[in-house]
């Protein structure tokens, strides 16, 4: 059998609308988990997802956000009206290997980047993870529902196929991120041992340019067993999605870390993490801190640090023998912890930065001062 020119022609028409429907701009909504609906366009993958819905203020950096993951299970709205415009770096400037947002809600989407670094448009990035993105424009008034009412969960739903609301807060979402092995990385006169709850990288780059040798392990690798045992000097607690009460056996081992007077360092869960250790108590937030400018007052310079934050929970309770050492000059909740004698000191903003201000990244020089003290003492 052949083809006539007719079947062609048919083929070529069917082919054809088949491309332009592709093309076609999907219809898509955002659900809130009171009803609240808003009407969207899909830019990145076409398939509904639920999730926790959040809002980032920061102006920029959405492609070091949306590979960070702590967002692990949510539903990141960016405020600021642009995105997309610069389109995507290449994967060694991400937070993670991949993307760790479950879904992304913009204002206006730029499908069109334009800048040296860009490899690919927004789109085509969500697109080939597999992650819907959303168009709404009125972010603004989703934000302010969020603020008022406190941080829901929702659902992008693409063409009006309904999935069912699902709640990231109801499980233990650091056993997922987590790396599953021991991994060593550069060489110095300090070894930092990193607790991986789904590590920002810069975490990982801001101590090897400090002349650190950095063994990163699993969230619950109990390497103080003595059967596991390495030589370290210090201990360092990553960031990481979800409720932090959740990385129960994490908290165990920096029990054991404080009870051996082990210098230990947490960032934002493990901040968290440090303080339930410690037997102080942390709370959920009406709608947390997600920007690039947050003030922290430090306690005894009074000096106010712009900040990096992506958090929902926060320390409530400050454990014995801990001072509080930032405080969020916006609302008045603890951003930072420090021992009157040991040493142990957390933060629950980002030193690490990526993206935002540098302006903390000395707390990294702070703590492996702290660490080398320890160890010159230990040897002396
Ligand atoms: N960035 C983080 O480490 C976030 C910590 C925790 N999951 C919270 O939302 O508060």
Known sequence: MHNTMEDTLLQDVSKSLAEQKKQLPRKGALVLEDGTRFEGISFG??????GEVVFCTGMVGYPEAMTDASYTGQILTMTYPIMGNYGVPEPSLWEDERIRVSGLIVSNYIDTPSHAQSTMSLGTWLQREGIPGLEIKDTRRLTQHIREHGTMLGKILINDEDVPFYDPNSENLVARVSTKEVMKAGSGDTTIVLIDCGAKRNIERSLLKRNVQVVTVPWDFDFLDPANRFDFDGILVSNGPGDPKYADKTIRILQKALASKIPTMGICLGHQLLALAA???TYKLKFGHRSQNQPCIESNTKRCYITTQNHGFAVGTIPEGF?????????????????EELPFLSVQFHPEATPGPEDAEWLFDHFL??????KSKKGA
């Open 279 to 281: 037997g102080g108590d």
């Open 45 to 50: 993958h076409p398939e509904s997802i639920a």
């Open 323 to 339: 001072t509080a050492w930032f405080t969020n000059a916006n609302d008045g909740s603890n951003e930072g912890l420090k021992h």
């Open 369 to 374: 001062k702290v660490v080398r003290e320890e």
